[in-house]
Structures are given as C-alpha cells and as structure tokens.
C-alpha cells in the first residue's frame, strides 16, 4: 500500500510526520530522513496490529498530482 504522509519542520530543526489516513500515527525525528524511516516503521507496525485484530485496514484517500 501506499500513503500520503505530511512531513512538518518544528522550530527546533527537527521534523514531525504522518500519515492522515492513519488517525493517531505520528513521529518526530532529528531530520527529515530520520522521520521518513521511523514513519515508514510506525504505518507497517500500525497496519499489522490492525490485521491481528481483524480490524479493516484503510484505503489511502488521497492522490499524488503531477505539476510542472
């Protein structure tokens, strides 16, 4: 699966992520890199918890849009 994930700068340097379509999973991290990684961990630990507990998995809503 693929999903949007919204990356934020905090006034410490540092950087925040998630994903909107995954209500209550965030992270932060140092740098944005280190957010990438640990929001990619916290969706797939999300969505195996919710497979566990036979509850349904969202389907991402939003869309990629290309511009110039």
């Given at each position: 699966?693929?999903?949007?994930?919204?990356y934020e700068?905090?006034?410490?340097?540092?950087?925040?992520?998630?994903?909107?379509d995954?209500?209550?999973?965030?992270?932060?991290?140092?740098?944005?890199?280190q957010a990438?990684?640990?929001?990619?961990?916290?969706?797939e630990?999300?969505?195996?918890?919710?497979r566990?507990?036979?509850?349904?998995?969202?389907?991402?809503?939003?869309?990629?849009?290309?511009v110039?």
């Open positions: 699966m693929r999903y949007y994930v919204v700068r905090a006034s410490d340097g540092g950087w925040g992520a998630y994903p909107p995954l209500p209550g999973v965030a992270v932060v991290g140092e740098t944005r890199d990438r990684e640990l929001i990619r961990r916290a969706i630990l999300h969505l195996e918890g919710l566990e507990d036979q509850l349904p998995i969202p389907e991402p809503s939003g869309e990629y849009v290309d110039a």
